[in-house]
């Protein structure tokens, strides 16, 4: 069975760091695209960061410059470094990625569980 298994969350203070990661974990055949996505207490699902197999990276707006996603292909896991942050970036952040269980599968995405940032003082 196909897993995303997060780590790495929890509480941190204004303008300190957290890195997530997440893993890939069963049986699979390849994987697209890695990203993660957050949401806040009564607010949308947003997205975060992308990193496309081809290594092409995309941020949300409020989070650039500040946050840097990078992968290991080999390992099948991405990650999430997070720097100056912020009382806003507060949220459960979900790892997604895109995954083809067996050669003649079509990409399907794949939620991780969550795991809870909490920037406060």
């Known amino acids: 069975q196909v897993q995303l298994v997060e780590s790495g969350g929890g509480l941190v203070q204004p303008g300190g760091s957290l890195r997530l990661s997440c893993a890939v974990s069963g049986s699979i055949f390849s994987v697209n695209t890695m990203g993660w996505y957050r949401q806040a207490p009564g607010k949308q699902r947003e997205l975060v960061a992308t990193?496309?197999?081809?290594?092409?990276?995309k941020y949300a707006h409020s989070v650039e410059g500040r946050f840097t996603i990078s992968r290991d292909t080999a390992k099948n896991t991405v990650y999430l470094q997070m720097n100056s942050l912020k009382p806003e970036d507060t949220a459960v952040y979900y790892c997604?990625?895109?995954?083809?269980?067996?050669?003649?599968?079509?990409?399907?995405?794949?939620w991780g569980q969550g795991t809870q940032v909490t920037v406060s003082s």
């Open positions: 990193n496309a197999r081809g290594g092409i990276t």
């Open positions: 997604n990625a895109e995954i083809a269980e067996r050669f003649y599968s079509r990409y399907a995405p794949f």
